[in-house]
Nanobody, 126 residues
Framework: QLQLVESGGGLVQPGGSLRLTCAAPGFILDYYAIGWFRQAPGKEREGVSYISSGGGLTVYADSVKGRFTISRDNAKSTVTLQVNSLKPEDTAMYYC???????????????????WGQGTQVTVSS
């Protein structure tokens, strides 16, 4: 059973940065596309970013384009989401998810992902 572990969240001031990591200790992520999602209190979970299994395709939600960068290191079985220029509206629990059959066309479809992590909290506040 693939297990995903997110880390790197925290409390940051507006304009600040964080580096979120999704790790799969002991597992090979090569065959899995990875998506990052977030969910704020009282809101639905939404897709933030996606990276294909080989890393050749990346996708971003319009709300984070130019501020967030996704990358992966398959040798280390990790996916990183660099989040810059944070805004209060970025406050949410951030989750990573893995799916073998997720493409760029359905990257934000929650039910197409097979495995989910427990999440890491990002709070943007002054």
């Amino acid at each position: 059973q693939l297990q995903l572990v997110e880390s790197g969240g925290g409390l940051v001031q507006p304009g600040g940065s964080l580096r979120l990591t999704c790790a799969a200790p002991g597992f090979i992520l090569d065959y899995y596309a990875i998506g990052w999602f977030r969910q704020a209190p009282g809101k639905e979970r939404e897709g933030v970013s996606y990276i294909s299994s080989g890393g050749g395709l990346t996708v971003y939600a319009d709300s984070v384009k130019g501020r967030f960068t996704i990358s992966r290191d398959n040798a280390k079985s990790t996916v990183t989401l660099q989040v810059n220029s944070l805004k209060p509206e970025d406050t949410a629990m951030y989750y990573c998810a893995a799916g073998r059959f997720v493409l760029g066309s359905n990257w934000s479809t929650i039910h197409d992902y097979e495995y989910w992590g427990q999440g890491t909290q990002v709070t943007v506040s002054s």
